[in-house]
Structure formats: C-alpha cells, structure tokens
C-alpha cells in the first residue's frame, strides 16, 4: 500500500511541476504566475478539487508519443470564491505553450458540463499559443467543442475569462463568448491574426501590444472589460466581481451584510447639478453616493465614457446600474455608449440582477460618423434591451431626458417600474433652443423675441412636471433622499414576476 501512494505523490509531484523548473522559471521572469499559482489566488485557500490531472494527450505524430506531460497543458476543476461553488481552468504556458490539443478541450468541456449541470460560473484563466500545431485537426475540433458549450452556457450561468498571456486565432472566440474578459497590462494580447499576418496581407506594421494588448481591447475595440497591473491584482479584481453575481440564472446574487443606512440622506445631491443646464457633474458621484458603503464595481471603466455601467449593493443586494456621464460628450448616447450599455442590461436581466437607470441624456449624438456607422441600429440595441428586461428596473431622472434617448433610458413606456425624477428634470422632445427655432422659425431674426420664446419653453417643458402630470413619472423626488426612495423601490420589487411571452429566441438588431 505504502508503495501505491509513493506513487500517487510522485505521479502528482511529476504533474504539479507541468513543463519542468526551467519553463516555470522563465514564466515568472515574464512577470507571470503559473497555471496553478493562479487557481490559488482565485479561490479559497485549499479549496480547490482538481480534475484529469494525469490526462495526456494521444497525438503521435511530430515525435508527440515521447513527450506525455500530465494534465496536456491545462489544470481544471472546481472551487470556492467566498465560499461560493465556482468551476474553473488554468492554461498551464509551460506545457506545449499552453496549447490547445483534443485532451486539453476535453478538460475544459467537462467542468463546463460539469459547471451547467450544477449551476455554478466558470472562469477560464487563458494563457496559450492557440491550437496545439502537432494535432491538426482534432485540436479545432476540441476548440469547437469548447465554443459550442461556451454557447449552451450563455444565459444559464456566468462566464469569465481572465486574458493572462497569449490568446489567439481562433481561440479568442471562446472568451468573447463569455460574460466578461479581463485582461492583464503588458503580458497579455488577443487577436484573430498576429502582427506578421497583419503585414502581409494589409501592409500596417503593428506591434502585439498595439494590435491586442490590453490597452487596445479596454479603449478602442471594447473586447475586454477591464485591464489589470498584474496577474494578482486580476485574480483579486476577479473574486471581487464574483461576489456580485449569482451562481446561475435560477439563483439570486447574494446578499451581503451591509453597515450603511438604506435611509441615509446625503444633503450634497441638492447641490450636484450646476445652475448652469450646459455645465457638467460627474454622475460617478452619485453612484457612489448611492451605492452601499461608496462601492461601485464599474464594468468596461474606459470604453464610451458617457455611460457608465457597473454593480453596486443597496441594502447588501446587487443592483447593476447604467448612468450617463454628463462629464463626457455631454452624455449623450452614441453607437458605443449604447452598444456598452445594451450587452450590460442583457447580463443582468439573464442573471435577475435588478437595474438602476440614472439618466442624464441630451439625446443622441448627431453627425455622419455615427448615421454611417449604424447608430439607428446601434441605438435600437439598447432601447430593445430595456424593453425586454423583466427585471425591476428603477430610474431616476435627474436633469436631462431629451428626445428618444428619454425613451431609450429605462422610461415608463419600456415597464420600467419605479420612474422618478429629481426637481432639476428637463423632460422634452429637445432642448429649449432647438425646438424655439423650430416652432418659430419665423422670428429667427428678432433676438428678443427668440429669447422669450425659449424661456417660455424652458418655464413649460424643461421640467419634471408635464411627465409627472401624465404619471410618467411617478413622483418627483428630492435629490437627498434619492437612495432611501431607490431602496424602498427595490426592496417592493423583490417578488416582482413579470414574463414575456414564449418564443424562441428574439432577434435583437445585432
Ligand atoms: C504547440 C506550441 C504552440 C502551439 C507554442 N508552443 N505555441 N506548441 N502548439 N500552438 C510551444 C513552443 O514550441 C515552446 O515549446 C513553448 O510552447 C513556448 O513557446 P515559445 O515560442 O518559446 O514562447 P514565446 O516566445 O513566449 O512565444 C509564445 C507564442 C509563440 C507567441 C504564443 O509560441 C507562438 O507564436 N506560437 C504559435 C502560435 C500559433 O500560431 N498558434 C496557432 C494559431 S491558429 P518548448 O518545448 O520550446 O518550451 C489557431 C487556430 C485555432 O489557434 C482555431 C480555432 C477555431
């Protein structure tokens, strides 16, 4: 007996070790962690139950018969964050650069069954040279495989991915699959093709951190979520997110001891908007002061900066929380702004994760960049996912609501639940000026009476007032007292059961 488990510790010591001292060495004098090194900081300390760590690969050609190393370049299974039950798996780089062959698929695909099958998320750590070159075929086929559960997982239980090395090819498609990509600054990048590829058939000379690195994926393209200094400060950021959520769709995001009154007033909102209706504030501020102890976990922080997005806990509940930021394009809504926020509603509406709307919106960006980019279609993304959110959503109005973008934001006429708007709402068709040289067009010449047309307007539309007499707005509401009335609000949804009728699928304007 004695002899059967030196072998068992051997044969586990032998798989620890993945591609040997030497490769380790040379990951960390990368600035990066190993496969394992990472599931540790991820999870609860000694949490984590592996699977398949002796699985080898089959290949034979290329001289891969004399090359078995145990666990074929990923380690995978299951552990806790927080207590709470998450799959996941590891690239291991030292073993055949992480790459992906028809062993390695099977690994990650089991605990993505495994993970459906019992209702928990799954978060990949991926770190590979891409499709394992020695096994051809069978190493697309098992990528394949991954997407297709990747697929069958969206909706049911949250994925993330954590970009921590290589990710190309084909296999940047399993994480642009999931909920959310973080990535790591200076030793990650993802892209379809390299920078060599990109010289030859387009002539653009590129470096790998230009053309995918985590600069360009969290400001320009918006393919990643968030960007972190370090392997250990995304795992951290990861275990933070993850509290956040729920385990699957038929569970609720957990409730957390909280120590900031629901009730608390906060008298510096009757003073957040400026005097001046053209001057902006940070709506930043206002989350936070909203938020449970002032913590905002923002989501895709530098892309279209114009909305915010990103969770928050009222009354130790999550609550996912869209804003316009008035400090940014005068928070009017654009192709990206309203592609960022409308993937943003469809996660939490899939997760039950209720949705706070802070509206402050002159309308949508006008010009031919974005006509010709397609924002009638863009727009109409989130305007449908409102639409279609069954979730308790509560709005709050506080100065701007202007055109179809006061439509667009989680108004009444899309059900949205509990619709308020602070004193300082301007809910019109358009601004004061505009609509004046519209109506009365035919004074344009005489500056007085333009002048007086436009207060006129002001004093009659730019209100809270005309919707509020409609019962579009349901009660206008004192700034101070915002996060009471928003608690209150919730906490009466909590039971709320509203369903849409069967179908299919829809067919959101992707
Ligand atoms: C097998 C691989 C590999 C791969 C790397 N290795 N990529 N083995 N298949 N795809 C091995 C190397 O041989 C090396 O083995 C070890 O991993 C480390 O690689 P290095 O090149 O020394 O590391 P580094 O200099 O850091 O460069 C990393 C790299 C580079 C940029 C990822 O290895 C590389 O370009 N690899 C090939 C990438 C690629 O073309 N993949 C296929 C993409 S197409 P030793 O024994 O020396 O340690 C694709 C299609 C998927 O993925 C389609 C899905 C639908």
């Not at 600054?185 to 985590?214: C, H, I, Q, R, W």
């Not at 120590?259 to 001046?276: E, G, K």
């Not at 509940?317 to 654009?334: F, K, R």
Request: proline share 4%.
């Amino acid at each position: 007996m004695n002899k059967i488990l030196t072998e068992l510790n051997d044969r586990r010591a032998i798989a620890r070790l993945g591609g040997g001292q030497r490769r380790i060495d040379a990951q960390h004098a990368k600035g990066k962690l190993t496969a394992r090194e990472r599931i540790e900081l991820l999870l609860d300390e000694g949490s984590f139950e592996e699977f398949d760590m002796f699985k080898t690969h089959r290949c034979v050609e290329f001289g891969m018969d004399q090359q078995h190393i145990p666990g074929d370049g990923v380690v995978t299974g299951w552990g806790t964050i927080n207590g709470r039950m998450v799959y996941v798996f590891s690239q291991d780089f030292t073993v055949f650069g992480g790459s992906l062959s028809e062993t390695h698929a099977q690994k990650i695909c089991k605990i993505q069954e495994m993970a459906l099958q019992n209702g928990a998320p799954i978060i990949g750590l991926n770190d590979s040279g891409g499709a394992r070159i020695q096994e051809g075929v069978d190493s697309l086929a098992g990528y394949a495989e991954v997407f297709q559960n990747n697929i069958m997982a969206s909706g049911v239980v949250p994925q993330i991915s954590v970009i921590m090395g290589p990710c190309a090819g084909g296999a940047v498609y399993s994480p642009a699959i999931t909920d959310f990509i973080f990535m790591v600054k200076d030793s990650s990048y993802m892209f379809v093709t390299g920078p060599d590829v990109v010289k030859t058939v387009t002539n653009e000379v590129v470096t790998a951190e230009e053309l995918g690195g985590a600069s360009t994926h969290t400001k320009k393209s918006s393919v990643a979520d968030g960007a972190f200094e370090n392997d250990v400060e995304a795992l951290t950021e990861v275990r933070r997110l993850v509290d956040f959520l729920p385990l699957n769709n038929r569970d609720k995001a957990p409730r957390r001891p909280f120590f900031d009154d629901p009730a608390r007033v906060d008298a510096s909102l009757d003073t957040l908007i400026p005097d001046n209706p053209n001057q902006p504030y940070d709506m930043k501020e206002l989350i936070l002061k909203l938020a449970d102890e002032g913590d905002f976990y923002e989501i895709q922080e530098d892309f279209a900066k114009n909305i915010l997005t990103g969770f928050v806990r009222l009354e130790g509940s999550t609550v996912g929380v869209v804003a316009n930021q008035p400090t940014v394009l005068a928070g009017c809504l654009d192709i990206d702004s309203s592609r960022k926020a409308a993937r943003f509603v469809r996660f939490c509406d899939a997760f039950e994760i209720p949705i706070l709307t802070l509206v402050d919106v002159p309308g949508f960006l006008p010009g031919t960049s974005q006509e010709y980019g397609g924002v009638i279609k863009h727009g109409a993304k989130l305007l449908f996912a409102y639409g279609e959110a069954t979730v308790p959503k509560v709005t709050v109005i506080t100065r701007k609501a202007y055109g179809g973008a006061y439509d667009v934001m989680a108004s009444k006429h899309l059900r949205g639940d509990f619709n308020y708007a602070w004193p300082s709402a301007e809910i019109a068709v358009m601004g004061a000026k505009g609509a004046t040289e519209i109506i009365h067009r035919a004074d344009l010449g005489d500056a007085d009476k333009i002048a007086q047309h436009t207060k006129d307007y002001e004093d009659r539309f730019a209100t809270p007032f005309v919707a509020a007499e409609r019962g579009f707005i349901d009660e206008v509401i004192m700034p101070q007292s915002t996060r009471r009335r928003v608690c209150r609000a919730f906490a009466s949804l909590r039971n709320k059961n509203l369903k849409n009728l069967w179908k299919k699928h829809d067919n959101i304007p992707l």
